[in-house]
């Protein structure tokens, strides 16, 4: 797991979220789609209240191909 602060493009260690039920419904569904095919280069994002997460599966063949990433999503995604 890899968790990046888009604002400061710097690295999350810990996080700690918070969801209404209708967030946690919306975010539970987002992953649901994204695992219907793990491989496809998508993502989907939680809105609310002028906050936003931004989520998507990282595979090893997508990591092999990294240049899809931008130059900040690459350093955090290469970290150990």
């Given at each position: ?79 150990r």
């Amino acid at each position: 797991m890899r968790l990046l602060d888009a604002e400061s493009g710097r690295s999350v260690r810990e996080l700690q979220m918070y969801f209404t039920s209708a967030e946690a419904a919306e975010f539970r569904d987002g992953l649901n789609e994204l695992l219907k095919d793990p491989e496809a280069l998508e993502h989907r994002h939680v809105i609310a209240d002028g906050r936003e997460i931004s989520f998507s599966l990282v595979t090893p063949a997508k990591l092999a191909n990294i240049k899809g990433y931008t130059e900040v999503e690459r350093r955090v995604l290469q970290e150990r």
